[in-house]
């Protein structure tokens, strides 16, 4: 008897079996910092895009108002509001991604569902990642070249839209095949399997369980094209244009406008004597702007995640 | 409707290549109508690729040779005249893991008349009564009827694996092919399944490739041991187990390897 229970705890009765030994404790010192060097790199990323927003906000509070979105710059852009840089910025945001969005979908789908594995398809893929990675100057340059100049656009809404397109393209399809790539291959041999073809498996199935990550990956482009100043510098943005106040659609497709970043680049740095709320009242508005697309497509996400067919 | 002296399926020389390996070694089969047929071997005998010849669904999977004849009902199925669509909507079949689609249970039953396009012109009360019938027939009915709405993927995986197969029989098809249908079961829902099967037959006939032994004794009524890539034996399941004509057959169910 009592040399099995000598076997069963060798340090005698009096010791707890279960108690924490120095070396557990460590372990639990060690757990609790890694737990709040992560929570503390989580903070960390947060405070920055709050001293940002609320700097911005603060600086810009005097001038922030309704007028001051509905109205044009005036007197050399020193007082006013950003009516026309806003209004453009929407147009090339939407006829931008009007262009890239269906274009980029579908050939993403095209890679994804139909192409198949070989020296051909990874040569495309390899050049849509290099591709999303050129800087935003040389676009502006292929632009200039390719629209403005060679396709006759000239400086223009068009011209500076394509450009736009073509940057954001290569993302919006690594993005949707990301997407698209999610979706199980259960999924898909469940549909052939009834018969279904290629297309009727995507439309079905496929496109509806992958709409939100395709959704989010279109937004984070609206906030490129958005923000983007070098490649509608050259290509169809410029520093002043009169436009009618309040007017909802004053620029042509040919026509050249102004547009928020470039507004923004323009008070700041090209003219002098302007008061310091101006520019950073710009900067919110086109924060705003942002983030109100972000909100309209995080409703449209939700709306057909709760669907799930269509 | 079933005969028990006609056959369903036919292959002569069927030979199939993944590249340059060859998977499958001159199989010559005739498996009857109306019955259970088992395919059992060890892992990499090709049973899985000889069932998946039978509706064509290995050319999804790349690159895929096929020489020799395959017949479903007398019906050469590799000549360029036969449409996949049709093919596969009277070749269903049943994947190791189930795999309802993420819509409801009464939207997966219907799926595939839906994706012919039979159900527009349906009335609602056509369409209930379709997937009452599917489901009566998979033993899911007395479960599932007050909760046809809710999503496929949200059953218990043995309802999940009956839908699946509930999901082929709006097609009418004439084959139902099972690749390891119970290996993500315990051994209640495998019971499940294999009464399902019985039930199934003689309406549709079905193939089923099986790791397990006493599943092939139990469902099948004929059984082939293939090894290899080569079809070494065919012969009604008893005779199989009790009395193997071939030594290499003996061996595999006395379990000296696989």
């Known amino acids: ?310 | 409707m079933s005969n028990p002296d006609t056959y369903c399926i036919k292959t002569t020389g069927l030979n199939l290549w993944y590249g340059d390996f060859q998977a499958l070694k001159d199989i010559n089969l005739k498996i009857r109508q109306g019955i259970i047929t088992s395919l059992i071997g060890p892992s990499g005998c090709g049973k899985t690729t000889l069932l998946r010849c039978f509706n064509r669904i290995n050319e999804r999977y790349g690159n895929v040779k096929t020489t020799g004849s395959t017949l479903i009902l007398d019906e050469d199925i590799y000549t360029p005249e036969v449409s996949l669509i049709e093919l596969r909507k009277s070749v269903g079949m049943v994947f190791q893991r189930p795999n309802p689609l993420p819509i409801s249970v009464y939207e997966n039953v219907l799926f595939g008349l839906k994706i012919h396009g039979a159900t527009e012109s349906q009335e609602k009360s056509t369409r209930d009564e379709i997937v009452e019938k599917a489901l009566r027939e998979v033993f899911l009915w007395n479960e599932l009827k007050d909760k046809l709405h809710r999503r496929a993927t949200d059953l218990q995986l043995d309802q999940q694996q009956k839908l699946c197969i509930a999901r082929l029989l709006p097609l009418k098809p004439e084959v139902i092919l099972m690749d390891e249908p119970c290996s993500a079961l315990d051994s209640e829902a495998t019971r499940g399944i294999e009464e399902l099967m019985l039930g199934l037959i003689p309406k549709y006939t079905i193939v089923i490739v099986t790791h397990n032994m006493a599943q092939a004794r139990r469902v099948s009524h004929e059984c082939i041991f293939m090894l290899m890539g080569e079809l070494i034996e065919h012969s009604p399941t008893d005779q199989l187990f009790l009395t193997p004509r071939d030594e290499r057959t003996a061996d595999y169910i006395e379990g000296r390897y696989g």
Not at chain 1, 95 to 124: C, D, H, K, M, Q
Not at chain 1, 186 to 207: D, E, K, M, P, Y
Not at chain 1, 211 to 220: A, E, M, Q, V, Y
Not at chain 1, 237 to 244: C, D, G, L
């Open chain 1, 1 to 310: 008897m009592s040399s099995v229970e000598s076997k069963s705890n060798p340090k005698g009765s009096g010791v707890r079996r279960f108690a924490e030994s120095a070396g557990i404790r460590r372990k639990f010192r060690q757990e609790a910092m890694v737990k709040w060097l992560l929570a503390g790199a989580t903070g960390m990323m947060l405070v920055p895009l709050i001293l940002i927003i609320a700097y911005l906000v603060f600086k810009a509070l005097p001038i922030l108002s309704v007028g001051f979105l509905l109205d044009n710059p005036v007197k050399g852009m020193r007082e006013g509001g950003v009516w026309a840089p806003f209004v453009g910025t929407m147009y090339l945001i939407v006829i931008s991604l009007a262009i890239a969005a269906p274009i980029g979908v579908l050939a993403a789908v095209y890679l994804n569902e139909y192409a198949r594995e070989g020296w051909f398809t990874r040569i495309i893929n390899l050049a849509v990642i290099n591709l999303a990675g050129v800087p935003s100057i040389v676009h502006a340059l292929f632009g200039l070249g390719a629209f403005v100049l060679f396709a006759g656009l000239g400086r223009s809404v068009l011209a500076a839209s394509l450009t736009l397109a073509i940057m954001t393209l290569p993302v919006i399809i690594a993005s949707t095949k990301e997407a698209l790539a999610s979706v199980p291959m259960s999924f898909r041999q469940a549909c052939w399997n009834v018969g279904a073809t290629r297309w009727q498996t995507i439309r079905h199935i496929v496109l509806p369980n992958s709409i939100s990550g395709i959704l989010t990956g279109i937004i984070l482009q609206v906030s490129r094209a958005a923000g983007e100043t070098a490649p509608i510098m050259f290509t169809g943005a410029v520093f002043f244009k009169k436009v009618q106040q309040g007017d909802m659609f004053p620029y042509g497709l040919l026509d050249q406008c102004m547009a928020l970043s470039m507004h923004l680049f323009t008070i700041s740095t090209q003219v002098p004597g302007v008061p310091m709320e101006l520019p950073y009242g710009t900067a919110v508005v086109l924060l705003a702007t942002v983030l109100l697309v972000n909100i309209c497509s995080i409703v449209l996400r939700v709306y057909l995640r709760s669907r799930k067919k269509w």
